[in-house]
């Protein structure tokens, strides 16, 4: 099989995951939803970016981070060189909870081995930087702190899980603007360590949600 050949099917297997999620109707988020959020980017991205939930404009657009939110993480990812369409954006769950809510913990237990898992095993990415508490309580310590272990990698699963605020906090909080550049400008340097084959799996955190 030619490597464009294996990417073509990876392409449509995303794309059927995406129609999926358009017709999901799983949880009750389904109901209120003017557009479901699968996702946006390269289906062989080495960087996997994932948020918390839809908001207003992403509801509207049926896209990933499309806000003020989403134009902060366009300027962010500029500083490195990239644009979104070098990587891969999507959502712990992917249709918008009322009033921009949190995810509520069924939710996220529907949503993540549903169609998250399922988009991180296609995509394959050498590094999934997790936007918020969220989407950083599926591969750290639950109980971790955004503010106390944002920029701290962790190596597992052959790939790196690498912590930030997520954009909307920063906006909030321009103090964190600086923290925040400083870790995005630091991926490059953890996708070379992986492309060196420097990553050995490190234990996992204790109390790690079990939904993979």
Do not use: W
């Not at 999620?21 to 003017?34: F, H, K, M, N, V």
Request: hydrophobic share 35%.
């Amino acid at each position: 099989m030619t490597g464009e050949t294996n990417l073509e099917e990876r392409r449509a297997a995303l794309e059927a995951i995406a129609n999926e999620i358009r017709q999901c109707e799983q949880c009750p988020l389904y109901s209120a939803r003017t557009n479901a959020v699968p996702g946006v980017g390269r289906v062989d991205a080495d960087i996997m970016f994932i948020g918390e939930a839809p908001g207003y404009h992403e509801d509207q657009q049926g896209l990933p981070f499309v806000g003020a939110s989403g134009k902060y993480l366009g300027e962010l990812l500029s500083l490195i060189g990239l644009s979104r369409t070098d990587v891969f954006i999507t959502n712990v769950v992917k249709c918008r909870p009322p009033g921009n809510r949190d995810p509520l913990p069924a939710e996220i237990d529907t949503c993540v081995p549903a169609y998250l898992q399922r988009q991180i095993d296609i995509i394959r990415p050498k590094l999934v930087a997790t936007l918020g508490r969220f989407s950083m309580a599926l591969f750290f310590d639950k109980n971790a702190r955004i503010s106390k272990i944002h920029g701290q990698p962790r190596r597992a699963d052959g790939r790196i899980y690498y912590p930030l605020f997520h954009p909307a906090a920063v906006l909030r909080n321009p103090n964190l603007r600086p923290v925040m550049e400083q870790d995005i400008k630091r991926m490059l340097d953890l996708i070379k360590e992986i492309e060196k084959g420097g990553i050995e799996d490190e234990p996992p955190p204790p109390k790690q949600l079990s939904l993979f």
